[in-house]
């Protein structure tokens, strides 16, 4: 199991207000190979999540293990395991080519010369970084930065890669890149992805598997097929009457059959002709993100 997560918990201190659950009680498995969304609107408890799969926050209670360690206790042999990734925050040396910042990384990971040569040389054509690598990375354009983040959590072969928004802001040739970059890292070394992101496409074209939390529980855990189901997303039912008018019905259908709608419409009216639309996972993940806390 790359990441085991039993009753995991984490609770804030608030003056002058009840504490805050940011996690609560979270039960996550994830298998080596897996690609994982992990979804939620903002302020659901994503990042506190990551902090505490990487060790960087102490849970309250409960327990966790990444890549089959504590993340407390065992920080440094995790940290040669797993590769992290903040979109909004950079890892790089801002006045040093991304070149230098791959030594550094090299040392920092004690990576042998051949052993960084062959996967910085893999990367750099991977991610086409060629062209910039003596460029200073603060003159880099957000979507060259990116490619060098996402070489430099990568550099040392981790089993595991967290990506928070990797995409974000980046313009579509740039995303869409990057993605491949993804597909191909994981389909070549087995690499476990676990993504937080608001952006749909990366949801479609990298998760076979989407978690969706939500103040800080686990409201969905499955495909992103299954995910609108589970949400509770609305269907309609489309119904073209024999006046030649066409009506949409929207219906609820955890709780009602199209059926149902379609014998309370046809009480109203002569039903000619019917369809029922599908919800659109799109509008699925933006309710998930737009539910504010
Ligand atoms: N260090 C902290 N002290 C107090 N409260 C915190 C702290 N860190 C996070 N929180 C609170 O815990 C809750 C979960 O925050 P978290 O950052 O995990 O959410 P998120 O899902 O990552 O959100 P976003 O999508 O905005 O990044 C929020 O209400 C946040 O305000």
Redesign the pocket.
Known sequence: MIIETDQLT?E???RGKPK?V??DHLDIRVEPGETVGYI????????????MLTGI?VPTSGSVRTCGLDPLKQRRELARRVGVVFGQRSQLWWDLPTAESFTILGAIHHLGRTELTARRDELVEQLELGEFLSTPVRQLSLGQRMRAEVAAALLHSPQLIIL?EPTIGLDVLSKQRLRDFLVAERRRHGTTLLL?T?DMGDIERLCERVLV?DH?RLAYDGSLAGLSRTVGAQRVLVVDLADGTRQRIPFDAEKVTAATVLAQASERAEVRDLSIEEPDIEDVVRRIYSAA?
């Open positions: 984490r804030f201190k608030r805050l940011a996690v939620g609107a903002n302020g659901a408890g994503k990042s506190t999540t990551i902090k926050l928070d937080t608001h939390v800080g806390r």
